[in-house]
């Protein structure tokens, strides 16, 4: 017998914006995407919301770069997964280049954290259009699983 592969989300919302139903959303989009990612290993994640501000300063600490930024990831040393670190606040700016909602930028984010702890790079910029593109797919894959709860 297969035995089940595990995935715990835990959503941290420091912004205290974010409906319950969107973060139970955020967390089987990313166990969905580890699930599509990875073959065999148990993922814990946390998945943290957070303003300009505090991702700027985890910025500028680890990359020495003191401007904000989207998302971070920082994966664990001891098991898979790690943490997701999303600014809410560069997110909601940033949807509009794609004329969708909020909730669909932090999906977009999300499986963008989730590719990250699992390997992928987006270094060049042909390695940042296949994350893109695999993203999208994820997403597409995700918004069309008739399994997925609603």
């Given at each position: 017998?297969?035995?089940?592969?595990?995935?715990?989300?835990?959503?941290?919302?420091?912004?205290?914006?974010?409906?319950?139903?969107?973060?139970?959303?955020?967390?089987?989009?990313?166990?969905?995407?580890?699930?599509?990612?990875?073959?065999?290993?148990?993922?814990?994640?946390?998945?943290?919301?957070?303003?300009?501000?505090?991702?700027?300063?985890?910025?500028?600490?680890?990359?020495?770069?003191?401007?904000?930024?989207?998302?971070?990831?920082?994966?664990?040393?001891?098991?898979?997964?790690?943490?997701?670190?999303?600014?809410?606040?560069?997110?909601?700016?940033?949807?509009?280049?794609?004329?969708?909602?909020?909730?669909?930028?932090?999906?977009?984010?999300?499986?963008?954290?989730?590719?990250?702890?699992?390997g992928w790079?987006?270094?060049?910029?042909?390695?940042?259009?296949?994350?893109?593109?695999?993203?999208?797919?994820?997403?597409?894959?995700?918004q069309n699983?008739?399994?997925?709860?609603?």
């Amino acid at each position: 017998m297969v035995e089940k592969r595990t995935c715990e989300v835990e959503v941290v919302d420091l912004t205290e914006s974010m409906e319950a139903q969107l973060a139970a959303e955020l967390t089987e989009l990313c166990c969905f995407a580890f699930q599509r990612e990875t073959s065999s290993e148990d993922w814990t994640v946390s998945l943290v919301l957070t303003s300009d501000d505090h991702l700027a300063r985890l910025h500028d600490e680890y990359m020495g770069n003191p401007e904000p930024t989207d998302i971070m990831t920082f994966p664990d040393d001891e098991q898979p997964g790690g943490d997701i670190v999303i600014s809410v606040e560069q997110a909601e700016r940033q949807r509009h280049e794609d004329a969708w909602p909020l909730a669909q930028e932090l999906r977009f984010l999300a499986l963008h954290g989730v590719l990250h702890l699992t390997g992928w790079d987006d270094a060049t910029e042909e390695l940042r259009a296949a994350m893109l593109d695999r993203q999208r797919a994820l997403l597409a894959e995700y918004q069309n699983d008739p399994l997925r709860s609603r």
